[in-house]
Nanobody
Framework: QVQLVESGGGLVQAGGSLRLSCAASGGTFSIYNLGWFRQAPGKEREFVAAIRWNQLTYYADSVKGRFTISRDNRKNTVSLQMNSLKSEDTAVYYC??????????????????WGQGTQVTVSS
């Protein structure tokens, strides 16, 4: 059983930056593939970024070039550096972990574990 706890959300002006972190416990962190998803009010949860156990990274087109995902297997953390934030980035951000994905990491359904989420609000 893996527990995930996000932190780092908050209120920021458009054009600003935030760094989200997700701390994991209870499992062998290094074998997990990790993702960040977000959900805005009235919308479905959507893929933001993911990083495989071997450090390969993937990004949604909407955040490519602005967000960077990284992981630290010594500290059991995954981070999301968000720059040039826009009002449309406002959402609750969730980290998630999956041990054996059958394919891509963009679909939230197969993920095994989820954090409780952290709110990011970007004011225009």
């Amino acid at each position: 059983q893996v527990q995930l706890v996000e932190s780092g959300g908050g209120l920021v002006q458009a054009g600003g930056s935030l760094r989200l972190s997700c701390a994991a416990s209870g499992g062998t962190f290094s074998i997990y593939n990790l993702g960040w998803f977000r959900q805005a009010p009235g919308k479905e949860r959507e893929f933001v970024a993911a990083i495989r156990w071997n450090q390969l990274t993937y990004y949604a087109d909407s955040v490519k070039g602005r967000f960077t995902i990284s992981r630290d297997n010594r500290k059991n953390t995954v981070s999301l550096q968000m720059n040039s934030l826009k009002s449309e980035d406002t959402a609750v951000y969730y980290c998630a972990a999956i041990a054996r994905p059958s394919g891509g990491l963009e679909n939230p359904v197969p993920y095994d574990y989820w954090g409780q989420g952290t709110q990011v609000t970007v004011s225009s």
